[in-house]
């Protein structure tokens, strides 16, 4: 308050009242947050929620902004606020935890049962400011999985935890970490002998929950090349996945036989990425990738050569670069010019060996946009082209635009 907003007390308490008036002029449903919540004056704070509620706010959000609480102490200072403010009742209480010391989790979850919250911000994969937010997968699984603790409903589709994990880690750019609790890619594997062969005898002994129920497949069996259409369109359907049209499945099923041919066992990540690729939308794109050669030799700069077309004409990029992803992609710049600034580059191997197909995400920034463009294929210099010439053409479009956010406490 002294020194962000140069504010006394008084001052922050009437302008609290007067946001919350006027936000309640134009909408039914107010939430007010509290900023830095958990490290302020217990009274005062009191003060403001009461103020807050009693000119209309419907949900009472107490942040811990900057990650400092601990779940006992945090869920305990939950408690003694509603019990101080006299009209606690006529509100829902949210809590907005960060990650800074690893328990955005804990913290909100104690919130939940020790403090009497009903709400918890959190987001998918914990992504957020610095070291994140809490985990929505996590606090989900937390409250099913041990509901003689907590004793509530979440009212969640929970078989749609994988599916929304893999779709913004795929946007954003973010890999899931392997050892991620509920959506890792290791989350379900055993790799102990003493640990493996209990569950075989009985899944329970080392599984609290079901991977089928977050939204993992069940079913192991991998296609290949010898695989037919209705095969994939099973799998399809097993994943959750539904093409619009009979010609969407087959430009997937065709990029399916192309990858079988390259690759000789598919898993559900491949075909995740496969129907991800927006390359499989109908509508024309003005760039698209027709050709990618390079050369990378130790001691000698790496150099590339792409041909690509631009409006349906075909032209052809040269460059050199610090590496064949670096050549290639000054290649494709080389001859559109764009001038946007590439202020993310990521990679994930989508399977776990050499076979694997890489999934870059390639973000670009000009004039105040930002767009991401994700590609996928087992050459990741080729992957790489292909996300890069899938952001161009959001740039081109302007589609896909991404907006840069804050905490919005």
Known sequence: MEKKLRMTPEQVLEQTVKAVRYARSLAEDVEFSAEDASRSEMDFLARVCEAAIREGARTINIPDTVGYATP?????????LREKVPNSDQAIWSVHCHDDLGMAVANSLAGVRIGGARQVECTINGLGERAGNCSLEEVVMACRTRRDYFQLEVGIDTTQIVPASRLVSRTTGF??????????????????????????????????????????????????????????????????????????????????????????????????????????????????????SQRSETGEQPSAEVIFTADGKEVTGTSTGNGPVDASLKAIESRVASGAEMVLYSVNAISGNTESQGEVTVRLQKDGRIVNGVGADPDIVVASAKAYINALNKLHSGAGAVKAQGEGV
Do not use: C
């Not at 006992?72 to 003694?80: D, L, N, P, S, V």
């Open 72 to 80: 006992e102490q945090f869920g305990a200072f939950i408690k003694t």
């Open 175 to 292: 890999v899931v970490q392997p050892n991620k609790a509920i959506v890792g890619a290791n989350a379900f594997a055993h790799a102990s002998g003493i640990h493996q062969d209990g569950v075989l005898k009985a899944r329970d002994t080392y599984e609290i929950m079901r991977a089928e129920d977050v939204g993992w497949s069940a079913n192991k069996i991998v296609l290949g090349k010898l695989s037919g259409r209705n095969a994939f369109k099973q799998r399809l359907q097993e994943l959750g996945i539904t093409l619009g049209t009979e010609g969407e499945l087959l430009a997937a099923f065709a990029r399916f036989k192309d990858l079988a041919d390259r690759k000789s066992e598919i898993f559900d990540e491949d075909i995740l990425a496969l129907v991800g690729d927006e390359s499989l939308a109908p509508v024309k794109e003005h760039y698209g990738l027709v050709s990618l």
